[in-house]
Every structure is written in C-alpha cells, then in structure tokens.
C-alpha cells in the first residue's frame, strides 16, 4: 500500500515508541539507562570494527612477535566476540575479522582507545597477549574479501497470505506445535502508536547491547570515517526538526506517544526498532534516517532527567548475582523469541532459516549457561529460603531451554528446530523470567510505577485495566476516575513491563527502566481499534466452583477465539483479573479453544469478589472484558 512521505516519517516516530521488549523484541522506557552488569574482558571485548590508521589513533607499541592462532581460536570460543562477529569472525552485527586488514597495531589501538559506542579497554581487561593471539587466528582465516555475502532481504509485508508454493508459510507465534495451515497474513498498513505490539511474526526489541539479526557484512572501504561520538546536542536539534515531539512531547516527556526522556533503551534497541520494524509498522532503512541521527537522537533523549528516586531500606545481603541472573534470563528470552520469530524475516529459503535459528540457539546457550553460573552465585549468597526456591525453580527451567536449545542446533530441518525454539519461548516467558522478577521483588529490590492510561487525545480513560510484571503472578489493577494507577513495591529491574488494556482499544505497553528507590512516571495512550479490526473474542467464562471458601482452590477457565487463528492470540495475555486483589491470572491453554488456571484464593473474605476476563492478540486487540463473581459463603 502506498504512503505519503508524511506517513512514512510518521512511521518513523512509531518506532520510537517500541521496546523489549522486550521483544519482548522492548519497550520504552521511562527512567535512567539500566547498568549492564559487571563482566570480565572476555564476557565484555567490544566489537572491533574493520579501520585504517589514522592521526586520530596512533600505533599502539604492543610487540612484534606472531601470536598463535590456536590459542587466539579458544579465546575467541570461549569469549562472545563471535555473538557479534560470528563463530568463525565471518561478520553478523559487527563488521567481518576473519582475514582482517588491520594490523595489529590498529587492532590493539581500537581496543585501547575505544572507537564510536565502543568503550575503551585497558589491559587489566584484557592483555596485549591475548590480543596478539586473537589476532593471528583472525589472519589465518583467509583474506576479508572471501565468502562475503550480501546482507539478507527482510521479507516484505503483504496485506494477503503468502500463496506461491515455493514459500515457506510464517511460523506460528508462541507454541511447541508444529507450524501448520496458513498464517495470519502480514500487512503493510501503518499501525496506530504502540509502545509494544506483539504480532504473530514479530518479536519484541531486545534489552542494552543485544544483537541484531545476523547478517554477513563486507569489510567496509579502507576510507571509512570514524563514526562520530553521539552528541546529545546535535540529538535535541534533530528532535527539533522531526515530527518525532508531535506524540512524544517537545522535551520527550511523552504524550500521545510515551515518555521517552530519560530512557532506558539502548541504541541497538533504538536502532533494531527503526531497521527491523514490528507489527503493522514497516522497517525504515538507513536512507531514511541514519545510524548517526540515531546515535544523536538517543543521546539527547538519555541526557534527560530521570524519575527522581525515593529510599527504600535495602536488603542486608548482596543482591548483584540476583540482578545478573534476572540480566541474562531475559537476555535468553530474547534469544529464543529471535530464534522463533526472525528467520522468516531474514531468510528467504529453509536452509538459510534453520541457520537463523541455529545462530540465535546457540546464542541463547550462551546466555543461558550465563543464568546458571549467576543464579548458582545468588543460591549462595541469599539467605532466604523463599528466594533460594524461586532460584532453584529459575535453573530447573533454564536447563530445560539448554536442552530445547541443544537440540535445535542439532536439527537438519527448520520446521523440527522452529517447534524446538517455540517451546523455549513459552517456558521463558510464561515461566522463567516471571519468577526470575519475583525473586528480585521478593528480595526487597523495589520501586514505585505510576501509570496513566489515555486515549489518542490524552484524555484518561478511567476503569483501564494495568498489568506489570512483577511476580510469577502478574500485578492486575484499574485505573480510577483520572486513568492512573499507583503500583508500588514492584521488582526493580530494567525493561519492567507494564501493560494497560480496555475494551475495543489496541493495546500498549511500555517498559519502565526502575532502579531500587526509585519512582517511575509513565503514559499509555490506548487507541481505539484499527477501522476493520477483528478482535479475539472471550466466551464461557467460569470460576469453578462459583461458591465456596475464601481459601478454596478453584479453576477459572474461558473460551477465547481469534479471527486470525488460536496461534494469533498472546500466550501469556489471557487473564482473569481482580483489581480489587491486584492480581491477573495467566491462563494456560487446555485444548479446544480452552485457557484455564487453577489457583488457591488468597483468604478471601465473606461477599462477592468480581474477576474480569479477557484475551489480547498478537495485532494488540483486546476482546470484550467479561466479569464472573465469586462468592465466598
């Protein structure tokens, strides 16, 4: 479908109103930048990028003695240059090595003094040795030229299912069943502002420094500029200029569009967000706005004030290993959400797409080895018995996505490996990253998130439903006569998801960036329905038993349909909430159309207590909200 040039920029302000989501593939969030937890030089060697001596970075004095290319191969294994660079340096996000043109005075002068983004590491980081090592590994690989290939084609969006019989049908969203009958079809039409849509194909932006999909990058020419550094001057003229302060506020304190002062995104996230696309939203290339534009953009919008913190008592015992183990469970989920949902839009045959999946399996083995080895740490450094549990719980099913990963990479056909990845996406995100927040709520590592729900006017809707993660068992509440909600005491962790829903209005999401103490200000503007969108639709709702003890151990259970297919609705969006509680229960599915969860009540007390069901789909459409009471004799 054609767009205006106006549109398309316009297109362009949507993007910036995604994060990891993620993403889930993010999210945008409304506080200071997380930091990334502490790793040593082999967990945290930045991305080289291919460049010629200049003035500007003198040799480096590092010795002359050839490195040995064996020992340079196991550094490179064992470190996550490859997740950047490739396993075999052929070039992903990062720019090709393998045969690199550098020398090593160049190589080790980058490291050194830092270039662009990339921080500058001294050699208490890592030493000239091992750098030397790296090095002649690199050059025994073969010249730069060879075996560069160009960068994959996304799949374009269509407004009608692919038919011609050599195309491989889009995967379903978010199931261990094979991918079978016709997917949802794409489109190219531009998507109401969203903060997080989750459609069928799409996966939410990744948290601080994931990588993009991998694509093989030719050796940039032997004039390659050094980027700039970002500015955040240039970045608030840039602003300026664009429509981007029409939704998001002249300072970026949100409005139509969400705050993004402040924010929590990292570039990548900013970047993969503008260069992939989500949902309804179409990519926009480099030609439409720059990576260097982009750069400034995001550091003005992080040289904004951040929410003003407020103290809280902080635990008596460390709590970092706790927050690293949070860090990299969500760093697994993204890569198991990548694994599932981008090699239909990377690759354009079955072997290319089982290479995507591959990839970012082995990536997620990576991350997730980085869970045990942090969570294990936690395990001996927290006293509480209730936290070492939900940590215990956090391995068990790490290693099941170790397993589901492992096989997948072992896998000669993409559907077998797509079934493999999908099914790690459900545990991670129904499972291991709810109880992952749960021990950091539970630890005492907490803040406060203050929500406004509007509409695309700014006009609050009172009586909109809000959800953040917080716990295993999500927090449900609804708005009050202003739109707002107060949540307090919820897990402080970056990338926080909180959600806000009402009947006939897409959904949105944003991700607070909350640090301990802090209190975090956020808007979420609900649209009305797209014109011509189908909703899902709920159905029979029950509590089963209807009466009973305010202890009772009980079944909710709805039917929940989708006009785009069971695989279009979000799994882990199908809720009975009550405000009055503060809790939303995830409903699993049972078959048939059928979500159910049994649960014991809360000691709930004499009298009628009202819970609302509901469902959202991968389009962001929520159903028609449907209250059953429960009385309590």
Known sequence: MQKSKKNEIIGLVWAFCYSLVVFVLVSCAASAT????????????????????????????????????????????DAPCKNCHGAEAQGQTAPRLAGTGLSLEQMVA???QGRGRMPAFDESRIGDEELR?????????????????????????????????????????ATGLPPTGTPPPLTDTLAPLSVTPAPPTQTPI???????????????????????????????????????????????????????AGTGLSYDQLRATVRLGRGQMPAFSAARISDEELLHIHAWLQSLAPPSPTPIARPAY??????????????????????????????????????????YAGDGLDQANRVLSHANRALGEIPN??????LRQVIGETQQVVNLFQQARAQNNYGAAWNLVAEAVRICRLDTLPWATQAVRDAGVVGTVRIQVVDQAGRPIPGAFVTVLTAHTPLGVRADSNGRVTLVNVAAVPALPAKAYA?????????????????????????????????????????????????????????????????????????????NLGLAQVLRYVGNDRYQAQVRLPGLARGLHTWYFFAVDHECHTSNIVPVSYRVQ
């Open 133 to 173: 090592h790296i090095y002649a590994w690199l050059q025994s690989l073969g010249s730069v030229a060879a075996d560069v290939q160009p960068e994959a084609t996304i799949v374009p969006s269509t407004n009608t299912p692919q038919s011609a019989p050599s195309e491989t049908p889009l995967p379903p969203i």
């Open 385 to 390: 018995e209730q936290i070492k549990e939900i």
């Open 503 to 579: 009947e006939g209005r897409v959904y949105h999401e944003i991700n607070v960036n909350l640090s301990a103490g802090a209190t975090v200000d956020g808007r979420i503007a609900l649209p009305p329905l797209p014109r011509g969108g189908l909703a899902p639709a709920v159905a029979n709702p029950i509590i089963q038993p209807p009466v009973g003890a305010g202890d009772a151990v009980v079944t909710f259970a709805i039917t929940a349909t989708d006009p785009q297919g069971r695989l279009d609705l979000a799994e882990d969006q199908i809720f009975a909430l009550n405000p």
């Open 34 to 77: 997380p930091a990334v937890p502490t790793t040593s030089a082999k967990e945290a060697l930045p991305a080289l990028t291919e460049m010629q001596a200049s003035t500007a970075m003198p040799p480096t004095a590092v010795g002359s003695e050839l490195g040995d290319a064996a020992a340079g191969a196991q550094i490179w294994a």
């Open 318 to 359: 460390p709590t970092q290993a706790l927050l690293d183990t949070w860090y990299f469970v969500n760093e697994m989920r993204i890569r198991a959400d990548f694994a599932k949902d981008l090699p239909v839009r990377i690759a354009q045959d079955e072997a290319g797409r089982l290479k995507v999946v591959q990839d």
């Open 206 to 260: 990744p948290p601080t420094d994931t990588p993009l999909p991998p694509t093989a990058t030719p050796a940039p020419p032997t004039n390659t500029p050094v980027p700039p550094k970002p500015n955040p001057s240039l970045g608030e003229g840039l602003w300026v200029q664009a429509p981007c302060r029409n939704c998001h506020g002249t300072n970026a304190e949100g409005g139509v569009g969400p705050r993004l």
């Open 110 to 112: 980058t490291v050194r």
